[in-house]
């Protein structure tokens, strides 16, 4: 029977967790330490956390699996990098939903090298989710494993910067909107991951051409651009 | 006074260590064991390596400081994507150049979660200084840093993408040419770093149009992407 003021044991235990990271550091605090604090057994951490580091970023398991349940729910007709773009905003939102706590752990990744190392590898299992998406929906594509891998890590890139500016900030501004403009910036290098040189082809005829160019050059590349027996009409 | 065919005390002691991790496992080697059978003093292990992770990775320090210095050594005309491509190239031909010990290496690290974590922390040395590189050169450009970070990441991904298919094919195939293929695929995506949208205005003129588009709406919008007063000739 518990109030229903009292947080669930899970968050007791994160909130102890932090109390004494930052009130002793994150090296001299141990399991025990917060278990004790949090007023729960020691095996009660084990169930809801792999390890000390894992009590630092508790929510990251969940959301890895909302993630990749998100993207394979993502119809076949769907441009996969957006979906992929849609999927790391709410990688994006697990920060911004909670900006102190978000605030404060920076902080502390920041001063442990060993947290540093586990928040990499976190990292690194959304970019090989978004990848895997990306390769399965790229498999027909040339070269499409190499794209998904380059495509999902910019991705990435893009969310680490919108991110990291947002915590150093201490939270403040619009992380959201920064990141719809950064990820917008990612999916004009890319499209929609297939090489538009090829399907340029099939329905739009693109042409470059200098300033300087003398007007005829112009116009017989566009010809040329246009296909055998396509000409500029004649002005009217 | 070694013999010349007497490797340095820092080959020994990587050599022992493989001979030991491939015999007994990672995790059942011990730092100990290591100077045993290289027989030398454990102080002289750690005046080589930071830990037993790092004689894993022997080479990536100095290879990090010669990608550094190559960087910087640029000229400031330069396209500083196709200089952070070279400079990619380098830290793939530290595995290539010695391949019997790059796939031993990538099948201990896939085989021990710490030793993955490890790498990922290299990896992440490697794309920051090519995302600083990148910023520096990128700093007056609009979104300068995010670029920076974005095409950092993307090549970093198409140089590891090359790299573990070559891994996993036991160190067979030509990586370099694999990696220009892949690192290509990443310039064209971004050109020099620069908004090629930004240039356009400048010297260029790129009309796009859907093939079943009027020939009427063409000849316009190629005249108001000319600008004002210009106007396609008639036909001579």
């Known amino acids: 029977m518990s ?7 899970r968050d007791a235990l994160v909130e102890a967790a932090f109390r004494l990271f930052l009130e002793r550091g994150y090296e001299q605090t141990t399991v025990e330490d917060i278990v004790t604090l949090a007023g729960v057994g020691r095996r009660s951490f084990f169930r809801y956390f792999p390890s000390k580091e894992g009590v630092v970023f508790p929510d990251h ?14 119809g076949e007709g769907e441009d996969p990098v957006a979906r992929v773009c849609e999927a790391v905003r709410l990688v994006l939102r697990l920060y911004t939903d909670n900006p102190v706590f978000s ?3 920076y902080r502390l990744t920041k ?7 586990y928040e990499l590898s ?3 299992r959304y970019e090989r989710t978004f990848a895997g ?7 027909d594509r040339p070269d499409g494993a190499l794209r998904a891998d380059v495509i999902a890590a910019a991705v990435v890139a893009a969310h680490n910067n919108v991110l990291r500016s947002w915590l150093r900030s201490g939270g403040e501004g619009d992380a ?3 990141a719809d403009r950064a990820l917008a910036y990612v999916r004009e290098a890319f499209g929609d991951g297939a ?5 340029r082809d099939e329905d739009v005829v693109v042409v470059v051409s200098r300033r300087g160019a003398p007007m005829w050059r112009v116009v017989r590349e566009i010809e040329s651009a246009l296909g055998p027996g396509e000409r500029l009409p004649d002005r009217p």
Request: charged share 30%; hydrophobic share 40%.
């Open 3 to 9: 109030s229903p003021s009292k947080p669930p044991m």
């Open 61 to 74: 398991e969940r959301r890895l699996a909302e993630v990749t349940g998100f993207l394979a729910a993502g």
């Open 103 to 105: 605030v404060q752990r």
């Open 111 to 117: 001063e442990v090298p060993g947290l540093r190392a």
């Open 122 to 124: 976190v990292v690194w």
């Open 133 to 139: 998406h990306l390769r399965e929906r790229l498999a």
């Open 176 to 178: 959201g909107a920064a």
């Open 195 to 199: 090489d538009r040189g090829d399907e």
